[in-house]
């Protein structure tokens, strides 16, 4: 099963910031849409953020809307979640997700391939 790999995460004081990178030496990202979750231990996950393969940016949890961004680095394979602002309710293990058809799927089901995730810790 091709897996992608999530880094970037860890403590950060209220109020910071933190950079995850999505990744993988398994296969290309570029034609696909790779989507950006989170999920708190006992509650289900939720989308992010989702970028298509030609930059069409879908948003996800309305919570997190202004204090995100996402962005592909096609040349270094490689999807950003830019978080910024964190507060202590976005403390989860954040996860990307690949949607081979390219359609930034609101269904979780859709999307092919996942990370085992990054965790983030917002405390101070």
């Known amino acids: 099963q091709l897996q992608l790999v999530e880094s970037g995460g860890g403590l950060v004081q209220p109020g910071g910031s933190l950079r995850l990178s999505c990744a993988t030496s398994e296969f290309t990202l570029d034609n696909f849409a790779i989507g950006w979750f989170r999920q708190v231990p006992g509650k289900e996950r939720e989308g992010v953020l989702c970028i298509s393969s030609s930059g069409h940016i879908t948003n996800g949890e309305d919570s997190v809307k202004g204090r995100r961004t996402i962005s592909r680095d096609n040349a270094k394979n490689t999807v950003y979640l830019q978080m910024n602002s964190l507060k202590p309710e976005d403390t989860a293990i954040y996860y990307c997700?690949?949607?081979?058809?390219?359609?930034?799927?609101?269904?979780?089901?859709?999307?092919?391939?996942w990370g085992q995730g990054t965790r983030v810790t917002v405390s101070s």
């Open positions: 997700a690949a949607d081979v058809t390219d359609r930034c799927s609101g269904r979780l089901n859709e999307y092919d391939y």
